[in-house]
Each structure stands twice: as C-alpha cells, then as structure tokens.
Nanobody, 126 residues
Framework: QVQLVESGGGLVQAGGSLRLSCAAS????????MGWFRQAPGKEREFVSA??????????ADSVKGRFTISRDNANAKNTVYLAMNSLEPEDTAVYYC?????????????????WGQGTQVTVSS
C-alpha cells in the first residue's frame, strides 16, 4: 500500500532552518502532486506548499512564501519530496504532514489529497 514517511522535524530557535523529507513508496501510478500541510494544537490542518510531480510546478501559502521551498526528487524511483524551511518563526510550530494527490490542479485543501504520512513535529522556540 501507499506509504509516506516524513523525517527531519525537530526543535530549532527562531530564525533557524530545518529541512523536512517525505519518502513515498508502495504505489504504481504517477501522483499528480505532493504537498505539505501543518497542524498546530487546537487548530485545523492547513496547507503549506505543494509541487506537481512531473513538471515541478509549485504553490505556497502566503504565510511561508519567501521562507519555505518545496522540491522533489523523482529520479531513479527515489520519490522524495522536501520542504526547506528558513527564517523559522514560533508561529511555524506544528506537526507537518506530507500528502499525495491524485487529482488535477494543485489542491490547497485536505480533500485534495488521498494519502497522508504520520507527521513530524517542528517546534520553533522564541
């Protein structure tokens, strides 16, 4: 079955950087896009960024534009998506989830994604 495994979360001071990875496996189709969402305590899961698998088109939430960069490595069946996070702020503290989309268009809501990872915690201290 499809598996998405995130890694790279941790504790960092404000202004610091982290790089999240998501390794995808167990599928035979070509996903349309992969995305990152985050969920802070007491809040709904929100869109962070997404990238189309074939052409590498990207989309970002306004709150992370200019600070976060999404990329993917789909060469040699590696199937990994990355999220480089710079200039981190305490407001970025959340569990970050990787997700895989089968639909057309870069979805920015959770309904647009069929498969999800277990999440990785990112904590930014002030």
């Amino acid at each position: 079955q499809v598996q998405l495994v995130e890694s790279g979360g941790g504790l960092v001071q404000a202004g610091g950087s982290l790089r999240l990875s998501c390794a995808a496996s167990g599928y035979t189709f070509t996903p349309f896009a992969m995305g990152w969402f985050r969920q802070a305590p007491g809040k709904e899961r929100e869109f962070v960024s997404a990238i189309t698998w074939t052409l590498g088109r990207t989309n970002y939430a306004d709150s992370v534009k200019g600070r976060f960069t999404i990329s993917r490595d789909n060469a040699n069946a590696k199937n990994t998506v990355y999220l480089a996070m710079n200039s981190l702020e305490p407001e970025d503290t959340a569990v970050y989830y990787c997700a895989l989309s089968l639909g057309a268009g870069i979805a920015t809501t959770t309904r647009g994604y069929a498969y999800w990872g277990q999440g990785t915690q990112v904590t930014v201290s002030s």
